[in-house]
């Protein structure tokens, strides 16, 4: 499905659930239109099972860009996205670097032993990126450790703080205000902007976390 937002954006819907099969053909649509771009074409912009496309309206018109966007979609396959990165990320959970992490264990019913195992025994991909720069959006998380966000977020959340939310986690890359459950931190550089590749995770990636320590909660 495809509209506008707006006079210079296109929104092309390819899902209504987050699922890796539908995230993937996102990413797959997003390549193929960075390859060969149209006239006018600014910038894509994914989710989780959206693609934004901003186009500049001096140069094409929203029919312009709908028709060849949907000339692409028919030639998507999910072959047509790279191979994924398997990235693992050390973590020290719990104490002064996951302070959250008791409340987590509380809230779920579980130890905080079991919910350090459950987190580090899925892989997760990156579905988008976004918030500050170079903030992973994680998914998707066992249910059993499904808690809500924070009624009011803090002020600051560490660089490398390793947090979880609803069906999600994530790691905050920058000192920032953050709503999320945290419970942990790793010592990865998330977002260098002197660095010729500036992220260190792309959407797509495949990502594990290892339990470095578990303090006292």
């Keep these: 499905m495809l509209k506008p937002l707006g006079d210079s954006t296109c929104l092309v819907q390819l899902g209504d659930r987050i699922a890796p099969a539908v995230n993937r053909r996102v990413h797959a649509l997003a390549a193929l239109i960075e390859a060969s771009p149209l006239p006018g074409v600014i910038e894509t912009v994914p989710a989780y099972a959206a693609l934004l496309v901003h186009y500049d309206p001096l140069v094409t018109n929203y029919a312009s860009v709908a028709d060849w966007v949907l000339g692409l979609a028919e030639r998507v396959a999910i072959d047509a996205t790279r191979a994924p990165r398997r990235i693992q990320v050390p973590v020290r959970y719990g104490g ?9 264990a509380a809230s779920t019913g579980l130890s905080p032993a079991e919910v350090v195992r459950l987190h580090t025994e899925t892989e ?46 994530g790691i905050y890359p920058l000192d920032s205000p953050g709503g999320w459950r945290l419970i942990g ?20 990636d495949l990502v594990r976390f290892v339990a470095e320590a578990v303090d006292d909660a």
């Design 96 to 104: 002064e670097s996951g302070p959250d992490l008791g409340a987590v």
């Design 124 to 169: 997760y991909t990156v579905y988008m990126m976004g918030f500050t720069p170079g903030f992973p959006y994680l998914g998707r998380l066992d249910p059993r450790l499904v808690v809500p966000r924070l009624e009011t977020p803090r002020t600051l959340v560490k660089a490398g703080t390793v947090a979880i939310a609803g069906e999600q986690t």
């Design 185 to 204: 931190r790793t010592s990865l550089r998330l977002f260098d902007p002197a660095s010729e590749t500036p992220f260190l995770f792309a959407p797509g």
